[in-house]
């Protein structure tokens, strides 16, 4: 369990950096909404992404934004519901983005960003 929050914690930490050198602001991580969890919340001029990041250690296995079903993203929408209800602001606009990381920890990782993955 320890090697694979590690993993995912720096598959996060590969992920918000990404965000960060294209002009993405990391306003949350790991933001809790009971038991839901939304990865990483960042915001560039108007637009506030509720990003859900997913890695493999490596390409042999199937591609890591698969993992991201039907349950994952309804539990998604409901934690972002409770962000907007306590941090959201007039004229924001609101979306979900994923992010897959691929590659070791210690080596460079690959990652792909796709905006706007999905709507509710």
């Known amino acids: 369990m320890a090697r694979t929050h590690n993993a995912g914690r720096s598959f996060e930490h590969h992920a ?22 939304i990865d990483l919340i960042a915001r560039r001029g108007e637009v506030v992404a509720f990003v859900e990041v997913k890695g493999r250690t490596t390409s042999t296995h199937h591609h890591p934004l698969e993992a991201i079903g039907p349950a994952k993203r309804r539990d998604l929408a ?19 983005d994923a992010i897959a990381v691929i590659g070791p920890a210690d080596a460079p ?6 905006e706007d993955a ?3």
Not at 22 to 36: K, M, T, V
Not at 78 to 96: K, M, N, P, Q
């Open 16 to 37: 918000a950096l990404s965000l960060q050198s294209r002009g993405w602001q990391i306003l949350q991580r790991n933001y809790r909404a009971g038991p839901r969890e």
């Open 78 to 96: 409901r934690a972002a519901r409770c962000w907007i209800g306590s941090f959201g602001r007039r004229g924001e606009v609101y979306r979900f």
């Open 109 to 114: 990782v690959v990652i792909e960003h796709v």
């Open 118 to 120: 999905w709507r509710i």
